[in-house]
Nanobody
């Protein structure tokens, strides 16, 4: 069964940290670019951070730049999102997605929602006192 499973969400105080994981089963992640997206109540889903197949290229939305770090361990078939200095506005359901990109396509294209690929079910992140 092909699936992506996110984990690591939870409740954290402002300024705190969380590390999200996105584990793949049924397929090999190293053939895909990976993106982390989030959706807050009443808002559209947005791309947060993305990483190329090899991991040598990354993209961050301006709202998380300098606070979030995306990484991947292809041997473990897992992608991570380290989130530091969390703010209440980071509260959302976080999703990971896997999609193939055409050769030489900038990795930020992965952070644009497009048809195809695989999506996880999401993990809730709540930043509150």
């Amino acid at each position: 069964q092909v699936q992506l499973v996110e984990s690591g969400g939870g409740l954290v105080q402002p300024g705190g940290s969380l590390r999200l994981s996105c584990a793949a089963s049924g397929f090999t992640l190293d053939e895909y670019a990976i993106g982390w997206f989030r959706q807050a109540p009443g808002k559209e889903r947005e791309g947060v951070s993305c990483i190329s197949m090899s991991g040598d290229s990354t993209f961050y939305a301006d709202s998380v730049k300098g606070r979030f770090t995306i990484s991947r361990d292809n041997a473990k078939n897992t992608v991570y999102l380290q989130m530091n200095s969390l703010k209440p506005e980071d509260t959302a359901v976080y999703y990971c997605a896997a999609r193939t990109l055409r050769w030489a396509t900038p990795v930020q294209a992965m952070c644009v929602i497009a048809p195809g690929g695989y999506w996880g079910q999401g993990t809730q992140v709540t930043v509150s006192v």
